[in-house]
């Protein structure tokens, strides 16, 4: 089963300070992604990483930046963070074993952040 | 059904009722994947159905995939209250400069039981 992990799970933040969400997976997946959920809507790709040093931008990158520093933790930081930056945000990893369009995702628990 | 923007739709049975929850997508794909969430938890795949196979079954689950009309399904046959939780579909919409993007429908959300 995979493992993956965030911290902190919940975060208070004031607007206009930094936030650093942690991810950490144990299953030697090459694909990390971060993503937002916001109440009713599914799950949008901020930033994406197929390996140590990686970073792409996902769908939603506008005032998210992501470090890749190491196989198994991927950060999302928020540099300034503003009030509509609230959501619930899900780390993910993946392998594509079965070739593209494959990759199954294993997700962590989640991180939810409040900017006030 | 689901998909995009759309926002997350809503089911409400009984216990014993089989169910049916669509997706259906906008640009080609070869594999449709499905996600179930449990409240306060991160998504974990339950299902994945390739374009070759146009149904895959996994105990009381069946998903239905159709390439021509770009939809997808998945059925919970006998549902129990265990099944109670959101289920998105995901495909990979293979577009030049992405790799192993997965992009996710608003979801549906099943409740079972009072």
């Known amino acids: 089963e995979a493992a993956v992990t965030q911290s902190p799970r919940n975060k208070v933040a004031v607007t206009g300070g930094k936030v650093t969400l942690s991810c950490n997976q144990t299953n030697n997946h090459n694909n990390m992604y971060w993503y937002r959920q916001d109440t009713g809507h599914g799950l949008r790709l901020i930033h994406y990483s197929y390996g140590a040093g990686s970073t792409e931008k996902g769908d939603i990158p506008d005032g998210y930046k992501a470090s890749r520093p190491s196989q198994e933790n991927f950060s999302l930081i928020l540099e300034l963070a503003t009030p509509s930056q609230t959501s619930v945000y899900f780390c993910a990893s993946g392998d594509a074993l079965g070739g593209r369009g494959q990759d199954t995702q294993y997700f962590g628990p989640g991180t939810r952040l409040l900017v006030l | 059904s689901q998909w995009g923007e759309e926002n997350l739709q809503a089911l409400s049975i009984q216990e014993g009722e089989d169910v049916t929850m669509n997706c259906s997508y906008k640009?080609?794909?070869?594999?449709v994947h499905w996600y179930r969430q449990d409240s306060g938890r991160g998504p974990a795949l339950i299902i994945l159905i390739r374009s070759n196979e146009r149904e895959k079954r996994s105990g009381r689950l069946r998903a239905t995939l159709d390439t021509s009309s770009q939809s997808s399904s998945l059925s919970i046959t006998a549902a129990q209250c265990e099944d109670t939780a959101v289920y998105f579909c995901a495909t990979d919409p293979l577009l030049s400069g992405s790799f192993n993007k997965l992009t996710f429908g608003a979801g549906t959300r099943l409740a079972v039981c009072p």
């Open positions: 640009t080609y794909t070869t594999v």
